[in-house]
């Protein structure tokens, strides 16, 4: 056996004693290295350092980078609208919440600033429920309430807060500055996605990745629905604007990807003349980001005839193929909606709430016991920990550990090779960098840069570096405690999730197979719009359950199998209808 498949099969082995579980925790996300969310986490962290050195006033720039430093950690590649809305709210809330804790650590006792921890724990388990947007709020209200409590910031009652709220707002400024020169670009690029995916799935026509293309085309259309949805879609979708000029190109992706999932069914590969459809597409339909002027046709004049496709349309999937090509987006007024959020039971909220401020409570009592009134790692953990709307507890809580064992090694080396507080800011700027990648690519890896972080802010603080050590022992104990009272009081919750997305998956199904052959062309494209968002929904619940330990591990292989012969029914009900099918 030679030495490459040897080692192949030790790393088969190696996987094989893995739990599936336990990989799928530890398992990184597949992105393009997020090259604008680096740069903006560098200066996010660094140059409120930089001023406070400058300035005279190094804790408060300690307080402002504390304010860049959760913004860019919670940023995305949503529209800018929905990225200002998310940092504005995490930047108020955890100014709330820091004004909160210093009030309770500058006029209070341990039993005043434990009790002000459960509160402000029951509070934001009660919020962050409430969606997206409550969840980001509520956790940063703790967090600012367990920083309060535990770092003293001199100055005023106001200072504090205001300088965590500036820091918020000047990784805002850096998050929005793009918007002068491209103001839709997240919004084209979603679009484009979809096109680029459209192509791929027809490469993949006839083999045994087929399945999987399919899979990620519909992810690609579910992001482009859903940034598109962001904005007023019904005021848009009519003016000659850049965002009118997306929605048309979305409505012409949903017919292409109707036509793409026909093909597949046929299942027989495709010459690279049909292949090459989706690009062709996508240069006459999606327009150029103009930022505040309405966009010109990307197409130049309009042709005195529709285009001939590239291609003989001599079966149903071809035909439909060419008749998107010919006149993509025409009877089709469907507009990208979002799905509709139902709202979070009243015994949830109080579940949550409960747990969450229980934690807090017993890990501010730890804390106490450790270190005495200045123990805000403990808490601040707990805060970052509990949040199972951002996936399986189980993962979250490992990563954290491991991100913070790593973090902890790597500030030994840069406690040796550096002592000026100059040269610690480039530091933060290179770790800045290294958090805000992670959060794009794994949990322990933005933890990772977190940590490092965590020690140059202490460092500015005069704080003792003696106590960093300690933070592996403190972040494990976070980590039981959340998983503790997680799998104590609902151990099957993912589980039930995902029972639940799939019985959805399966409702919507079959619901666009009796009503598609029957349907408007608007309907039809809802129907089965409305059906693969539940199946992926699906997909990506029970691959979040597969993330955590579980008592039934039989149980997820036969929920899989429903979901697959779900996502068969709906391709064939697809193909049925392009081919003409009526009922």
Not at 101 to 119: E, K, M, W
Not at 215 to 242: F, I
């Amino acid at each position: 056996m030679s030495e490459p498949t040897a080692l192949r099969a030790r790393a088969g082995t190696l996987r094989g004693a893995v739990p599936g579980w336990l990989g799928r925790s530890l398992r990184a996300a597949r992105a393009p290295f997020p090259r604008a969310a680096a740069v903006r986490g560098a200066l996010a962290v660094s140059v409120p350092l930089m001023v406070g050195l400058l300035t005279g006033h190094p804790v408060a720039g300690v307080v402002v980078g504390l304010g860049g430093l959760w913004a860019v950690g919670q940023d995305s590649a949503a529209p800018y609208k929905a990225r200002a809305l998310r940092i504005a709210a995490l930047g108020g809330s955890a100014a709330v919440g820091l004004l909160a804790g210093a009030t309770a650590l500058r006029y209070g006792d341990a039993v005043v600033i434990a009790a002000l921890l459960a509160v402000a724990g029951l509070v934001s388990g009660w919020v962050s429920v409430g969606g997206p947007l409550a969840s980001v709020a509520g956790m940063h209200l703790l967090l600012g309430a367990t920083v309060g409590t535990g770092i003293p910031v001199p100055g005023p009652w106001w200072a504090g807060p205001l300088e965590l709220l500036a820091g918020a707002l000047f990784a805002l400024t850096l998050t929005c500055l793009p918007w002068l020169w491209r103001r839709h670009s997240p919004e084209r690029e979603a679009v484009i996605a979809v096109f680029d995916a459209a192509e791929r799935a027809l490469s993949r026509a006839g083999t045994s990745g087929a399945t999987e293309a399919r899979a990620r085309m519909t992810l690609a259309l579910n992001t482009a629905q859903d940034l598109l949805a962001v904005h007023s879609s019904r005021k848009h979708a009519e003016r000659p604007t850049s965002i009118g000029g997306l929605i048309t190109a979305f409505r012409a992706s949903v017919q292409l990807v109707e036509a793409v999932t026909a093909l597949m069914v046929e299942g027989r590969p495709l010459p690279p003349a049909v292949v090459r459809v989706p690009s062709l597409l996508a240069a006459r339909v999606v327009p150029p980001v103009r930022a505040g002027r309405p966009a010109p046709d990307a197409s130049g004049p309009v042709p005195d005839r529709e285009p001939e496709p590239p291609f003989t349309a001599d079966t149903p999937g071809l035909r439909a193929l060419a008749e998107v090509y010919r006149a993509p987006g025409r009877s089709l007024t469907l507009l990208p909606d979002p799905p509709a959020y139902a709202g979070p039971r009243l015994a949830d909220r109080l579940r949550f709430a409960l747990l969450l401020g229980g934690c807090t409570l017993a890990a501010a009592v730890v804390a106490y016991l450790l270190h005495g009134p200045r123990g805000y790692w403990l808490p601040m953990t707990v805060a970052f920990l509990y949040k199972p709307d951002l996936g399986p507890v189980f993962g979250r809580a490992l990563n954290r550990c491991l991100g913070t064992v790593a973090g902890v090694g790597m500030v030994a080396v840069v406690a040796w090779l550096v002592t000026d507080q100059w040269a610690l800011t480039l530091v933060a700027a290179v770790f800045g960098a290294v958090m805000a990648a992670g959060v794009r690519y794994h949990y322990a890896l933005s933890t990772f840069g977190l940590t490092v972080i965590v020690f140059v802010f202490i460092d500015f603080l005069g704080d003792d570096r003696q106590l960093l050590p300690s933070r592996v022992l403190e972040t494990v104990i976070a980590a039981a405690l959340v998983l503790t009272a997680h799998f104590l009081t609902r151990p099957d919750s993912w589980r039930v999730r995902a029972e639940l997305r799939v019985a959805a998956a399966d409702r919507a199904w079959r619901r666009y197979d009796r009503r598609a052959p029957a349907a408007s062309p608007d309907e039809r494209h809802q129907l089965r719009r409305t059906a693969y968002r539940r199946l992926a929904e699906a997909r990506q619940a029970l691959d979040t359950a597969g993330a955590e330990p579980h008592r039934d591990p039989d149980r997820f292989p036969v929920l899989e199998r429903r979901v697959a012969r779900a996502e068969q029914g709906c391709d064939a009900i697809t193909a049925y209808v392009v081919a003409g099918g009526r009922r």
